[in-house]
């Protein structure tokens, strides 16, 4: 929670009157207490909000071959649509994906001078987790991090999603582990950046079987791992419905005490047409508010999906009925906020995490930080290594080999989130994991010259660590990060001898190889923490 500081208020005041003819002063950051949204001067906010994205699936599912538009690299869009977004009377925009390596700058220029800010989801089609074989993995996490250090600039981001829909019935509720695990990751790193504080949150879908579990599993556990506010995508209003018959009623009940904010990060059912909105006057009602932060109405253009309030085409925008449905509901939603100089913070207590069951299949222990050091440390140090260059489908069946040769070899990089035993390197590359098989198939081997080949797509190599290295690989296998684990031996054994810091290609078998510890506890979890947010050689000096 940023604290409120008058100086910077008065400077920015001041910058603002001196420069306002020829500079645009930068929006406010909007900033967390207890379970509402605050402008830094302690007025509340309420995000009046619309879905900005064409062609992309709201609930996750990925386009065929991966391409979408970026809306915010668009300026001919921005200028066409952000004066209608204004009149509408929408201050934040949320946007699906974006390509981090695009110029943003005009659009999110654009959006602050209009006092606009923008939810940022941080997946995109070709960069997800997948809710049927999910995974948090090195190439997620920097995916996600260039979308977060594209946008962490503009003081008008009011937040990212670190995922959308992804567990969205009883079978897949696993995902959300790897997800969880995105959330904290991207929270790290954007502490370790030194950026402003920016939450990082989920949006979730509304199904009736999992939504408890969802809303009190994102939020459970140590601060650090939880999400900083919920999005609820929530389809249950629909034309002239009513507080209690929608469900909104029950809803509010159950997000009461929750210790972060919630609000609606997509709202309007359209199976009554044309859309009247008439769900803006509970959500910005006296019977929400002090639960509910607002909400983000689905969307802005007309597609297929037919939730349209605009219809676009080249330069022009036509305005559809939903838009002046929407425009007048919203322009009479005058939601009473509180000070938050006025406000104490009563939602003190996370959630209890949810028991793993018939109806929840994620553990609280979460997969192991996708740090990309200890994948680079752990190749490094095995003696039979894949080649190099081989392609997916070469990859996925060699796995196949080593693994139904001696599932043992696998422990280090199989995952289980409804155990909670994830391998430390589960979160390597493929290729990176497939070596580490390799490494520990050669080794259970005790090095047999015929055991490192696997028809000539393994070889030999002269294993070389640092000291940082040893330091970080124990602490990965000893649960620095996973909950268990599998050093390659030989780094096991020579973390385990107290002088050496020389290469180690020495054939030593280690018994330390595997090692199973059910939970994480809170120093191991710590130090991981603390491993990951000073690198390499910070973490040499912790444990040396
Ligand atoms: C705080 O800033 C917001 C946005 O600029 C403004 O609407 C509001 O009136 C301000 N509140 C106070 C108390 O100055
Ligand atoms: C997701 O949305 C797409 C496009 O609207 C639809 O074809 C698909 O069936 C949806 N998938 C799920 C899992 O709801
Ligand atoms: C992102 O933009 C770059 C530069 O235009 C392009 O090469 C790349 O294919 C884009 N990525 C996606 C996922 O669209
Ligand atoms: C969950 O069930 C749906 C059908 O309702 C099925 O399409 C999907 O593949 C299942 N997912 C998993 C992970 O079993
Ligand atoms: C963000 O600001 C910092 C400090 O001014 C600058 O070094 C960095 O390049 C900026 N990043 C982007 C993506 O604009
Ligand atoms: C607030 O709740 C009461 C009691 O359920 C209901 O009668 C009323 O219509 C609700 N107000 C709005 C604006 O939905
Ligand atoms: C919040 O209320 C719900 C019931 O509405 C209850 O299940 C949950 O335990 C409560 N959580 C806390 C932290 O008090
Ligand atoms: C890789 O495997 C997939 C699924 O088994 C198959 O459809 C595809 O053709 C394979 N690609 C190559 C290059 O063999
Ligand atoms: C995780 O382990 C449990 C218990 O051994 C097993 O039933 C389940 O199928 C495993 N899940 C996955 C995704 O492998």
Redesign the pocket.
């Known amino acids: 929670m940023k604290t409120f500081s008058i100086a910077s208020v008065t400077a920015a005041a001041l910058s603002g009157a001196l420069f306002a003819t020829s500079v645009i002063a930068d929006l406010p950051p909007i900033v967390i207490k207890g379970s509402h949204f605050f402008y830094e001067n302690g007025t509340e906010f309420f995000i009046r909000g619309v879905a900005y994205q064409q062609d992309v699936s709201s609930n996750g599912s990925t386009s065929t071959d991966g391409t979408f538009t970026d809306p915010l690299a668009d300026e001919a869009g921005c200028t066409r649509d952000v004066p209608l977004l204004t009149e509408l009377g929408t201050n934040v925009i949320r946007v699906y994906a974006i390509n981090a390596s695009l110029d943003h700058s005009f659009c999110m220029n654009l959006l602050q001078e209009n006092g606009i800010y923008l939810l940022q989801d941080l997946s995109n089609p070709s960069s997800s987790i997948n809710r049927n074989s999910p995974e948090w993995n090195t190439e997620l996490f920097a995916d996600y991090a260039a979308v977060v250090d594209a946008m962490a600039n503009y003081t008008n981001v009011l937040g990212f999603f670190a995922g959308n829909e992804v567990s969205n019935e009883a079978n897949n509720t696993d995902a959300s582990a790897y997800v969880k695990a995105a959330v904290r990751d991207m929270k790290a790193y954007i502490k370790t950046k030194d950026y402003r504080t920016i939450g990082v949150g989920y949006a979730t879908n509304d199904d009736a079987s999992i939504r408890t579990n969802l809303a009190h599993y994102f939020n459970c556990g140590d601060s650090a791992d939880a999400i900083d506010f919920w999005g609820y995508n929530i389809y249950s209003w629909c034309g002239d419905s ?3 018959e929608s469900g909104y ?1 029950q809803r509010t009940l159950e997000f009461a005490n929750y210790s972060v904010p919630a609000f609606f990060a997509e709202y309007g059912c359209n199976t009554v047409q044309p859309r009247q909105f008439t769900e803006v ?2 959500i910005y ?1 006296e ?1 929400m508010t002090d639960v509910w932060s607002g909400g983000i109405v689905y969307m802005y253009f007309q597609e297929a999906n037919d939730y349209g309030l605009v219809s676009v085409s080249g330069t022009t925008a036509s305005k559809l009925p939903d838009f002046t449905a929407l425009s007048k509901q919203l322009a009479s939603a005058t939601p009473s906020s509180t000070a938050s100089a006025d406000y104490t913070v009563t939602n003190t207590v996370a959630q209890a995490c949810p028991a793993t069951g018939s109806s929840w299949a994620a553990a609280s222990a979460l997969p192991p930080i996708a740090n990309v050091d200890v994948c680079s440390c752990m190749v490094s140090s095995l003696s039979c290594v894949a080649n190099s260059g081989l392609s997916g489908n070469e990859t996925s069946t060699l796995f196949s080999t080593v693994c139904g040769l001696d599932s043992s070899a696998c422990d280090g990089i199989t995952p289980n989130a409804t155990t909670g035993i994830y391998g430390a390197y589960s979160m390597c590359s493929a290729s990176q994991k497939l070596s580490f098989a390799f490494n520990q198939y050669y080794s259970n081997q005790e090095q047999a010259s015929t055991a490192c080949d696997f028809n000539g797509n393994a070889n030999i190599q002269s294993s070389s660590e640092s000291t940082a290295c040893k330091s970080m690989l124990s602490a990965a296998g000893t649960a620095g990060t996973g909950t268990v684990t599998n050093i390659p031996t030989d780094a096991a054994a020579a973390a385990s001898s107290t002088s050496s810091s020389t290469s180690s290609s020495s054939s030593k078998k280690s018994a330390a190889g595997s090692v199973v510890i059910p939970r994480l506890d809170m120093t191991l979890l710590q130090l991981g923490a603390y491993i990951f947010v000073t690198g390499l050689a910070g973490a040499g000096m912790i444990l040396l």
Do not use: K
């Open positions: 009513s507080y209690t009623d006057q509970a009602g019977n």
